[in-house]
């Protein structure tokens, strides 16, 4: 067998000690806890019991809120990839004016998300928001609560989820070969005919993709039905939480859990299915890059102008109305009135200086950093080993590593609840629910399996050849890692780093479930303010902890994405020079699933 079979890997001494970390964790925060819900949810006594289907099926709002979740991940898959493929379309395809401001707009969603991107639509379009306060002047009749319910969570999570859509339906749009459309052209095809027949079918792989996860995405919503859903539109994930806070109610929850990861896996299932009946790509041996197309009909494209600037102006209120209102008095943002002599740096003083406003900041800061740190420092060496070792064990491994990927946050987050509410030997003895440690082991075990491709494909980028030429020289295996193979992937590792960071800062969905009731990181504490709990100053501290998160989530983007496009242009520039580690991205050996690298640099509202 060669040195890369199971039996080069049991020769190392390292290999071995690597294996028993990662067969510990994997048993203890990955199989277990997840074991765990089914066993809570069939054998709560030790032989199996329907009692918890039986609640499930007897429970009209339980019924409802499955049935709304299933309604909303259907619209969602639907309406994303309407606005998502048209705002793509005016920004890529078609010659539109301003197609780069226009860019911009619909990328405002790269820099904001999550808890934060729905806090920001109810404080602007909500009962009391700033855009209904002026609406109701006008029209005195008008309902206050119109935005709200099944309509307002599918607006803000449609606009949230496009992301997706800019990253990776735009970068296959790119990869269209351009002389297949001119002749189309030149055989006497219309614009329509071509986009219909031609450039749609050859994006359809990366259109399963987004709508895989646009689909999950809906399934899985937390906050944006928790703070724009109403009593009259609550779907699974709220459901759970609910019974997760009441230990005779657990079991329902861990059904409901077990129904969603089921209905997750069945998803990924069939659209791999559909997405393997067909054949996608162009025929051309010699490519030539995409070229924007005119809207000949002087209708259609006014029609287009039209939509595509109206758009622009969804996406970008909110941005603007925030920024502003960050700097806003209270009395301007009770009464939804901005003027000049309103705006004052108060409230961020208020939120910088003041330890009650500091804090949720500097929890989040902490437990983003340590779990970003953790999980690539840990999958460094875990990453190397399975690209390096072909065979069974590796491949085992690898899927098991993929387990939160698969799975929805909720149900892993009660695993580990109902996993370690009392003493467990797989930690030692020791309780972690309840503690600060349990919240930071979930931030790194959601981040593992989008850390870990994107490491094998920064490795599988290495020349084989630096390797072979020290060990030839008679380097150590840990020599090698160290000296040659580190500092290639090191520039990969520290953007995975600061995107795992970035998505992590304002979470929400996991540390509902997990959180110390004493140390609440800022997507609570944001949740908190949006339901009024703190009065005009937690509605003032919500802009101001959006606008610094818009800042942090800006400037990783660039550090990320944006100085990797300057290098990219100045080599087109300069005589050709040996290639760095580039960053892993969509197209590389082991890369994500389009998708994938969107919801962690996004991280879209759930």
């Known amino acids: 067998m060669s040195g890369t079979g199971v039996r080069g890997m049991v020769r190392s001494p390292f290999v071995l000690i690597v294996g028993a970390v990662l067969t510990w964790f994997i048993a203890a925060f990955l199989v277990w806890p997840n074991i765990n819900v089914l066993i809570a949810t069939f054998f709560p006594d030790g032989s199996f019991s329907g009692r918890a289907a039986e609640k499930l099926f007897s429970s009209q709002r339980a019924m409802k809120a499955l049935g709304n979740s299933f309604l909303l991940a259907v619209a969602l898959s639907i309406t994303v990839n309407v606005v998502g493929v048209f705002i793509v379309l005016v920004t890529h395809y078609f010659r539109i004016k301003g197609s780069r401001i226009l860019f911009l707009g619909y990328a405002s969603t790269f820099i904001y998300g999550g808890i934060v ?58 990869g269209i070969d351009y002389q297949t459309i001119e002749a189309a052209r030149n055989l006497g095809a219309s614009t329509w005919t071509i ?67 089921l209905a997750t896996i069945l998803m990924l299932a069939v659209m791999s299915r559909l997405e393997k009946g067909g054949t996608y790509f162009s025929v051309s041996k010699v490519s030539s890059a995409l070229q924007k197309q005119d809207i000949t009909s002087p209708v259609a494209n006014a029609v287009v102008h039209a ?20 700097f806003a008095d209270g ?20 939120v910088l200086t003041q330890p009650s406003g500091l804090r949720p900041f500097i929890v989040s800061v902490v437990y983003s950093a340590l779990a970003a740190v953790i999980a690539v420092g840990g999958l460094l060496f875990v990453a190397r080993l399975l690209q390096k070792y072909k065979n069974w064990v590796a491949s085992v491994f690898e899927y098991l590593l993929h387990i939160p990927w698969i799975l929805p946050s909720a149900l892993l987050a009660l695993g580990l609840i109902i996993s370690y509410d009392h003493p467990n030997p797989l930690v030692g003895g020791a309780v972690l629910t309840g503690t600060t440690v349990i919240l930071l082991i979930a931030f790194v075990t959601v981040k593992i399996p989008f850390t870990l491709r994107m490491l094998k494909a920064s ?40 995107l795992n960071f970035n998505s992590l800062l304002d979470d929400y969905d996991t540390a509902i479930f997990l959180a110390h009731p004493l140390v609440q ?23 101001v902890y959006t606008v610094l998160l818009m800042v942090i989530t800006g400037v990783t983007m660039y550090l990320v994405y944006g100085r990797s496009s300057r290098g990219k242009s100045k080599k087109k ?7 760095a580690a580039p960053v892993p991205g969509p197209g590389l050996p082991g890369a994500p699933l389009a998708g994938e690298e969107a919801a962690q640099t996004a991280a879209p509202v759930r």
């Open 307 to 326: 939509v595509a600037y109206l758009l622009f102006a969804v996406y970008t209120l909110p941005v603007v109305l925030i920024v502003l209102y960050s």
């Open 331 to 350: 009395a301007a943002i009770q009464t939804g009135q901005l003027a000049f002599g309103s705006l004052t740096l108060e409230n961020y003083q208020r």
């Open 521 to 543: 990181p800022l997507g609570l504490v944001i949740k908190a303010n949006t339901d009024g709990a703190e009065g005009v100053d937690g509605v003032a501290n919500t802009f």
């Open 573 to 579: 520039r300069l005589p050709a020079v040996p290639p």
């Open 117 to 174: 991107l729905a806090a920001g639509y109810k404080f602007i379009y909500g009962d009391k928001g700033i855009v209904t306060s002026l609406m109701v002047k006008v029209f005195p009749g008008m309902d206050p609560g119109w935005f709200s319910g099944f309509f307002a969570v599918l607006v803000v999570m449609t606009f949230a989820t496009t992301t997706n859509h800019m990253l990776f339906v735009a970068n296959a749009l790119k």
């Open 195 to 261: 986009l219909r027949r031609i450039v749609l079918p050859m994006l359809k792989p990366t259109l399963f993709a987004v709508t895989i996860l646009s689909f999950l995405t809906g399934l899985g919503a937390l906050s944006a039905p928790q703070v724009l859903g109403g009593r009259d539109f609550q779907t699974i994930t709220p459901m759970i939480l609910t019974f997760t806070n009441s230990p005779t109610s657990r079991d329902l929850a861990a059904l409901l859990a077990v129904i969603l990861g």
């Open 459 to 498: 490795f599988a980028s290495v020349n084989s050849s630096l390797e072979e030429a020290a060990a030839i020289m008679g380097a150590k295996t840990l020599y090698v890692f160290r000296r040659v193979l580190l500092p290639l992937v090191l520039p990969a590792a520290a953007a995975i780093t600061a």
